[in-house]
């Protein structure tokens, strides 16, 4: 794992549908690490949902999703470390990831390409998160 720039991590491994956005499901799992941390330091109480925001953004092309894109870069540098813990930095490695991984659609979302899969429901089987 660490050869190929990865850790063993959550357990839990998912085939994404062609059709899927996967900056969208990102950030659903973003959402859900925001909800489960206890909300008592900054990166987690602030950070991890508006980073989530800012990749529904980009996935949506919205008017905003350049100067989104711009401002999750320099969120995920202010955020990396900042925690009492290591939580928000894994949250961070998980946004950084989504982003080398689907450099593709992130670069036709800012050149104005919307995908399907950025309103479908979360693939992610998440505890109180509609399907
Ligand atoms: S950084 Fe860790 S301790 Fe602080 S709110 Fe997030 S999960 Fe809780």
Do not use: K, W
Not at 109 to 126: Q, Y
């Amino acid at each position: 794992m660490r050869a190929s720039g990865s850790t063993l991590g959550v357990p839990i491994l998912l085939a994404l549908p062609a059709r899927s956005c996967g900056l969208t499901e990102t950030a659903h799992l973003l959402d859900h690490l925001a909800d489960e941390s206890a909300g008592q330091c900054g990166p987690c109480r602030f950070g991890l949902a508006a980073i989530a925001l800012d990749l529904r953004e980009i996935a949506h092309v919205t008017p905003g999703a350049q100067a989104a894109a711009s401002r999750l870069v320099r969120r995920l540098d202010a955020i990396a470390g900042r925690g009492a813990c290591a939580h928000p930095d894994g949250a961070i490695r998980l946004a950084r990831s989504a982003l080398r991984v689907f450099r593709r659609d992130l670069d036709d979302h800012l050149r104005g390409l919307p995908c399907r899969g950025a309103t479908a429901p979360p693939l992610f089987p998440l505890p109180g998160r509609a399907r």
